[in-house]
């Protein structure tokens, strides 16, 4: 289960929810279709140096190859930082920093954990429906 650790007072409960959707089914590997089902299309999304993708296909493949080398991972978010001037119906700016445990299916290489910051940017808010990822661009530290 994501946890989301210390965020703004202006998250709404609504909105903290999807965050740790989005996390919950990064985390899970037979998910990449739910997933997918997360962004708008097109998308924009870029992990780290990876060639950013814009279409569900795209995405569908990175998840497969993410997962090739790992057997778990665990997401947990530190901080949450919304745009306090989002104007109603509008996209949203939100602001992440985490980290991840990552355990190699190779167990000879145990596990790793990363540190990462995000920028999610969100439409639909408003809508009475599931808000979209309409771009996520996240940068990585290593160890």
Do not use: N
């Given at each position: 289960?994501?946890?989301?650790?210390?965020?703004?007072?202006?998250?709404?409960?609504?909105?903290?929810?999807?965050?740790?959707?989005?996390?919950?089914?990064?985390?899970?590997?037979?998910?990449?279709?739910?997933?997918?089902?997360?962004?708008?299309?097109?998308?924009?999304?870029?992990?780290?140096?990876?060639?950013?993708?814009?279409?569900?296909?795209?995405?569908?493949?990175?998840?497969?190859d993410s997962w090739?080398?790992f057997n778990k991972?665990?997401?947990?978010?530190?901080?949450?930082?919304?745009?306090?001037?989002?104007?109603?119906?509008?996209?949203?700016?939100?602001?992440?920093?985490?980290?991840?445990?990552?355990?190699?299916?190779?167990?000879?290489?145990?596990?790793?954990?990363?540190?990462?910051?995000?920028?999610?940017?969100?439409?639909?808010?408003?809508?009475?429906?599931?808000?979209?990822?309409?771009?996520?661009?996240?940068?990585?530290?290593?160890?």
């Open positions: 289960m994501t946890t989301i650790v210390k965020h703004s007072s202006t998250l709404p409960p609504s909105l903290s929810s999807f965050i740790k959707k989005v996390y919950e089914l990064s985390d899970i590997e037979s998910a990449h279709e739910e997933y997918c089902t997360l962004f708008t299309s097109p998308t924009h999304l870029q992990i780290g140096p990876m060639k950013p993708v814009t279409t569900h296909e795209e995405i569908l493949q990175i998840r497969k090739e080398q991972r665990r997401h947990v978010v530190e901080e949450v930082y919304v745009h306090p001037d989002a104007a109603p119906g509008s996209e949203q700016k939100i602001m992440l920093h985490g980290s991840v445990e990552l355990s190699f299916k190779d167990e000879s290489k145990g596990s790793t954990r990363a540190s990462w910051a995000a920028l999610m940017v969100l439409e639909g808010i408003d809508g009475g429906q599931e808000p979209k990822v309409k771009s996520y661009v996240a940068w990585l530290t290593m160890g």
